[in-house]
T-cell receptor, first 114, second 113 residues
Framework: QQQVKQSPQSLIVQKGGISIINCAYENTAFDYFPWYQQFPGKGPALLIAIRPDVSEKKEGRFTISFNKSAKQFSLHIMDSQPGDSATYFCAASIGPGTASKLTFGTGTRLQVTL | DGGITQSPKYLFRKEGQNVTLSCEQNLNHDAMYWYRQDPGQGLRLIYYSQIVNDFQKGDIAEGYSVSREKKESFPLTVTSAQKNPTAFYLC????????????FGEGSRLTVL
């Protein structure tokens, strides 16, 4: 049973445009929502994370929007650049501690064209 | 430099053979994890360990085994019982009391012929 649904599977955006990736979760106990970025042949790396006590978190060009009632969260990449071309994974867990298990979405392959 | 080292990066094995993937970290992290990555399926948790000499099954543990004899090391054995072992395997670690960030290695790609 997939607990975190991610869409779209792939996304092509022109340089300077906005990339939007959406995730929906089922388990209302989830309270930690990170996004990871993965370049080809590399391991994922944490991009940005949010807890449900805020509806939005921004770090540079990357913003997480969180809608607790809809059980949805999304990643917005403003002014998308070719260097942002990568696979993005949303994830969720009950707390950020070592005992918690992150459940990942299926990933979105983003391509930013010139 | 601190980090997670996975080896080998690429591995080819014949069907029916066991294979062990190495994961070493020098970050002094307590918890370590093994994930499997398949196209279109995201990352799925195989096993994880919060402390030395203790580990728990993840969502897809069947056909895999692990050990945690040292804090720095968390090897994964893919046994012949694993029905579809060809995949990209990722090791990660996480400190206790941290922000929740998982630190990943660069992965090992296993191909079973």
């Amino acid at each position: 049973q997939q607990q975190v649904k991610q869409s779209p599977q792939s996304l092509i955006v022109q340089k300077g445009g906005i990339s939007i990736i959406n995730c929906a979760y089922e388990n209302t106990a989830f309270d930690y929502f990170p996004w990871y970025q993965q370049f080809p042949g590399k391991g994922p790396a944490l991009l940005i994370a949010i807890r449900p006590d805020v509806s939005e978190k921004k770090e540079g060009r990357f913003t997480i929007s969180f809608n607790k009632s809809a059980k949805q969260f999304s990643l917005h990449i403003m002014d998308s650049q070719p260097g942002d071309s990568a696979t993005y994974f949303c994830a969720a867990s009950i707390g950020p501690g070592t005992a918690s298990k992150l459940t990942f979405g299926t990933g979105t392959r983003l391509q930013v064209t010139l | 430099d601190g980090g997670i080292t996975q080896s080998p990066k690429y591995l080819f094995r014949k069907e029916g053979q066991n294979v062990t993937l190495s994961c070493e970290q020098n970050l002094n992290h307590d918890a370590m994890y093994w994930y499997r990555q398949d196209p279109g399926q995201g990352l799925r948790l195989i096993y994880y360990s919060q402390i030395v000499n203790d580990f728990q099954k993840g969502d897809i543990a069947e056909g895999y085994s692990v050990s945690r004899e040292k804090k720095e090391s968390f090897p994964l054995t893919v046994t012949s019982a694993q029905k579809n072992p060809t995949a990209f395997y990722l090791c990660a670690s996480r400190p206790s009391g941290g922000t929740g960030e998982l630190f990943f290695g660069e992965g090992s790609r296993l191909t079973v012929l």
